[in-house]
């Protein structure tokens, strides 16, 4: 398992823990994403850091029995510093249908510290 692998997987437990029961740090939490991140969401709304931060900090514990698991994560490219991949992630909830999407993951390594610099998830049909 490669180190970017380790850390959508982590990161997945992370947000899985905060907004299902709103465990963990938020610091920590935010800490995984760049001050430059960016992300496209399965709806097509673009998000920066700022309004991820205040998704997240706003969202902690909302989503009682939240399961999220990721799989099918491939390594599409790999330079110094930073990697992209893709991998599909089932989100479910209990009393509703699977939400399920595949994501692509640009990484960026800064300080020692892999950094999600941009998200694009597309909603599975």
Same mark, same amino acid.
């Given at each position: 398992?490669?180190?970017?692998?380790?850390?959508? /997987? #982590?990161?997945? /437990?992370?947000?899985?823990? =905060?907004?299902?029961?709103?465990?963990?740090? !938020? #610091?920590? $939490?935010?800490?995984?994403?760049?001050?430059? *991140?960016?992300? @496209?969401?399965? %709806?097509?709304?673009?998000? #920066?850091?700022?309004?991820?931060?205040q998704f997240f900090r706003a969202q902690g514990g909302s989503r009682? %029995?939240?399961? !999220?698991? @990721? #799989?099918?994560?491939?390594?599409?490219?790999? =330079? &110094?510093? %930073?990697?992209? $991949?893709?991998?599909?992630?089932?989100? /479910?909830? &209990?009393q509703q249908p699977a939400s399920l999407r595949w994501s692509t @993951? /640009? *990484?960026?390594?800064?300080?020692?510290? !892999?950094? =999600?610099?941009?998200?694009?998830?597309?909603?599975?049909?």
């Amino acid at each position: 398992m490669t180190r970017w692998t380790i850390e959508i /997987i #982590d990161a997945h /437990i992370a947000i899985e823990n =905060w907004l299902g029961r709103g465990e963990g740090n !938020i #610091d920590a $939490l935010l800490a995984r994403f760049s001050p430059d *991140f960016t992300m @496209v969401t399965p %709806g097509g709304s673009s998000l #920066d850091h700022a309004a991820l931060c205040q998704f997240f900090r706003a969202q902690g514990g909302s989503r009682s %029995g939240l399961q !999220i698991t @990721v #799989d099918n994560i491939a390594l599409l490219a790999e =330079w &110094p510093g %930073g990697a992209a $991949l893709r991998y599909s992630e089932k989100q /479910i909830l &209990p009393q509703q249908p699977a939400s399920l999407r595949w994501s692509t @993951v /640009i *990484f960026q390594q800064a300080e020692g510290k !892999i950094l =999600w610099r941009h998200l694009h998830e597309t909603a599975q049909m």
